[in-house]
């Protein structure tokens, strides 16, 4: 489900799987984390699958243009922005709320 989630949103991520990889589970033990799953996103963790803190936490939303539907990457850092569809060149206002 998480997974099914991050790829939806496009976030690229890297798996561990705390029952074969010690390394990861020494990583948990470390930050007394017993509960799975659990996400790192920089310097951020979010224990549990909490789908609006993981996205508070990543830098970009996935937008949909209106036109041709496809899937576009946006950064929230820029605050209002105009996006350029690269598929059929349609102009739209992006404008991140958090
Ligand atoms: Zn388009």
Redesign the pocket.
């Known amino acids: 489900m998480a997974k099914e989630f991050l790829a939806r949103n496009q976030i690229s991520f890297v798996e561990k799987d705390v029952s074969v990889d010690d390394q990861a589970q020494a990583e948990l033990l470390k930050r007394n984390i017993r509960g799975v799953p659990t996400f790192f996103i920089g310097d951020d963790v979010v224990i549990g699958f909490d789908q609006r803190r993981i996205l508070e936490l990543v830098d970009h939303r996935v937008v949909e243009?209106?036109?041709?539907?496809?899937r576009?990457r946006v950064p929230i850092d820029k605050g209002s922005l105009k996006v350029t569809?690269?598929?059929?060149?349609?102009q739209f206002d992006f404008d991140y709320k958090p």
């Open positions: 243009c209106e036109n041709c539907h496809t576009l569809c690269p598929k059929c060149n349609n």
